[in-house]
């Protein structure tokens, strides 16, 4: 038993290297527990807040630049794919001579509401994907720099999954003629 936790520190240590990026460290650490330290060089809160603003902006602050503009580039490409089928279902709106959408009992009037509707649902859809990647960066961002922070209290030494400690130690002991001092050894384990 005092092996495999030996060697399940010994490994995690060998497996934190200076310059590692977010795709490996998010095999190795669990941003559930993460303790915030004063010295931790990102702010999950910041970080989440950054992408809300600009998706991918989280990311790109936690030195995960790559992640951040394929992030960035994934909205823009739900953008243009709504603004393509927006584009295909206003198409299918009829206009008056001055360019102006016409309203019957305050519903737009279609030319062939048949044709509009896929256009309609796809816009919906994309709307609905959008509003969920949206979130997901949003949350995407404050775990990175999480995970981001763990490493950093790793390499700093700040922080370790495990510790122990072998010492000698001399325990007293009940005998039949009283008390006896025994001498031993003390493993000490701090998770």
């Known amino acids: 038993m005092l092996a495999a936790v030996v060697l399940t520190a010994t490994t995690l240590s060998a497996q934190i290297v200076p310059g590692m990026k977010y795709r490996d460290l998010k095999n190795i650490y669990n941003p559930r527990q993460y303790v915030r330290n004063a010295a931790d060089p990102y702010s999950k809160g910041w970080s989440a807040v950054a992408s809300a603003v600009v998706p991918g902006l989280g990311q790109m602050i936690c030195k995960e630049t790559g992640r951040g503009i394929g992030i960035l580039a994934g909205d823009v490409a739900l953008g243009v794919a709504g603004h393509v089928c927006a584009s295909k279902f206003t198409d299918y709106l009829a206009k008056d001579a001055n360019g102006k959408y ?89 998770f």
Do not use: H
Not at 109 to 114: F, S, T
Not at 158 to 176: H, I
């Open 102 to 190: 016409v309203k019957e009992n305050g519903d737009f009037v279609y030319m062939d509401e048949k044709a509009a509707k896929p256009w309609g649902y796809a816009v919906l859809g994309i709307l609905a994907v959008d509003l969920g990647y949206y979130i997901w960066n949003i949350c995407d961002a404050s775990r990175v720099a999480k995970v981001k922070n763990m490493y950093y209290q790793d390499l700093q030494g700040k922080q370790r999954p495990m510790g122990f400690n072998l010492y000698p130690s001399v325990s007293p002991v009940m005998t039949a003629d009283g008390t006896a001092a025994v001498a031993g050894m003390t493993l000490s384990m701090k």
